[in-house]
């Protein structure tokens, strides 16, 4: 009988929420894109002294990357005309050219990602309803297409097509949506992408037509008030919580599957709020400060992304240019001051393209024999192999924790040697498993040394078998 094995990631041996943003309890990042959303709600406001500073302080984490957000705005949500703020809650032109070229000055790269907001209604732009929708798509087209020319003049990289026009982005528009997007390739020679909610990457009908593919990840993770980081990561992928119980990291990559196009999180983000990984969308509601459940959600989010490599990038929500000279203690997005932002610069900094990186895949499931099966002790093949640039030198594996009543027979933690780049080696487990089991969940985790000796973890993500 052959059984499903589901591996979850655990966490270090030292507990449960130890060390969250340490160098030795980590593995590392390999992004093109480390960047951070910066969003003005003002005409001028990239164009204030504190925008220069904002970006420094961007800069000094390891950002190589910003997003620039730009708001325009309908006057309802039934309302067929996109318009500017002039002098208002849009950022100028002139605001938008400056920002791109103190981003550069920094070093920096520069996605532009315009929006569509309802100015007076409490609508949210996913759910925007225009009573003429050839009429809306003109104007919209009028408006995306004026920050193509504006992106192609002064050397946007990355051009945000469209941002959580979940109403608007299915393939009933599929023929506006085609047009809209050949006469943006028209204007911009650059990279594309649309920058999809979480309930709608699923269905918009853009994707073909993208360089990437973008997402904004506000899935809940935890029921917990001030969960431990191992809690969070498990949420990505075994979240059972007040709404539908979901796997989704596994949706993330059928979805990335099926176009085999690489994904930025064009958003993520936490407020510093107890709770903050209930509801992470929710903006609005009141919470009580903590800067160190804001910081957990963040080392989480890049623990378990450092093991997709389909991903190239995220964009943390949000800053704008007064964070810096806030009080910190506040419960907004915003990590200016707070312990999350040493997580990113951590993440940002000490990273190496070169350096070895473990995974572990389960490789077979088999009864070796017919006394084994006769007995259940079930024999389960791992592979570990090191998709890094150096040698993996000390790789120790562990595999422990199973659930439904399963046991481990073999030893579950080994000294496994070196691994070179690019190899890989089986490693054995035997379960014993209780008649009438179908599926049991492990606990992996495997780390190494590289060549200066300073030692490597990797919690392993559960791959779809």
């Not at 990042?29 to 302080?57: C, H, K, N, Q, V």
């Not at 990984?277 to 890049?302: K, L, N």
């Not at 570990?384 to 993996?392: E, I, L, P, Q």
Request: net charge negative; glycine share 8%; proline share 5%.
């Amino acid at each position: 009988m052959a059984l499903v094995v589901l591996l979850a990631p655990a966490g270090n041996a030292a507990g449960p929420d130890s060390a969250y943003a340490q160098e030795q309890d980590r593995g590392y990042i390999d992004w093109e894109m480390m960047g951070f959303t910066y969003s003005s709600w003002w005409d001028d406001e990239y164009l204030r002294p504190a925008s220069d500073a904002t970006l420094d302080r961007m800069r000094a984490t390891g950002a190589n990357w910003v997003s620039l957000n730009v708001t325009q705005y309908m006057d309802y949500a039934d309302s067929n005309v996109i318009a500017p703020q002039t002098g208002g809650n849009t950022a100028s032109d002139a605001a938008i050219i400056e920002a791109i070229s103190d981003a550069r000055a920094r070093g920096m790269k520069v996605m532009l990602k315009p929006h569509v907001d309802v100015l007076r209604e409490d609508v949210w732009r996913g759910e925007i309803t225009p009573s003429d929708k050839a009429a809306w798509f003109a104007s919209y087209r009028q408006f995306i297409n004026h920050y193509a020319e504006l992106s192609q003049r002064y050397g946007v990289d990355v051009l945000v097509v469209g941002s959580e026009l979940a109403s608007m982005s299915g393939g009933e528009n599929y023929a506006e949506w085609q047009r809209t997007v050949a006469e943006v390739r028209a204007r911009y020679s650059g990279k594309l992408t649309y920058s999809a909610s979480l309930n709608e990457y699923g269905y918009a009908c853009l994707w073909g037509w993208m360089d990437y593919l973008g997402f904004n990840f506000y899935f809940p993770l935890s029921e917990s008030q001030d969960p431990p980081v191992e809690e969070l990561m498990r949420g990505w992928y075994d979240y059972n919580g007040r709404y539908s119980p979901a796997n989704w990291l596994e949706r993330i990559r059928a979805w990335q599957a099926y176009w085999n196009k690489p994904v930025i999180f064009t958003e993520i983000g936490y407020r510093s709020i107890l709770g903050t990984a209930v509801s992470p969308w929710d903006y609005w509601t009141p919470g009580v400060y903590s800067g160190q459940a804001q910081a957990r959600a963040y080392e989480a989010a890049f623990r378990v992304l450092a093991n997709e490599p389909y991903v190239i990038g995220a964009f943390w929500w949000n800053w704008t240019s007064g964070d810096i000279y806030r009080n910190p203690v506040n419960t907004e997005y915003s990590i200016a001051g707070k312990p999350a932002e040493a997580v990113v610069a951590d993440w940002y900094t000490n990273r190496s393209s070169s350096a070895p990186r473990v995974q572990m895949d389960l490789s077979a499931v088999v009864w070796e024999s017919y006394e084994n099966y006769r007995e259940r002790r079930l024999s389960v093949f791992f592979s570990v192999s090191n998709g890094g640039g150096d040698t993996a030198r000390e790789v120790q594996v562990m595999v422990s924790g199973a659930s439904n009543n399963v046991s481990a027979l073999s030893p579950t933690e080994t000294m496994l040697g070196d691994i070179a780049a690019g190899s890989s080696m089986l490693y054995k487990v035997v379960y014993l498993v209780p008649q009438g089991t179908s599926s049991f969940r492990v606990n992996n985790y495997a780390s190494c040394r590289d060549a200066s000796g300073t030692r490597f973890y990797f919690p392993v993500t559960p791959p779809a078998y």
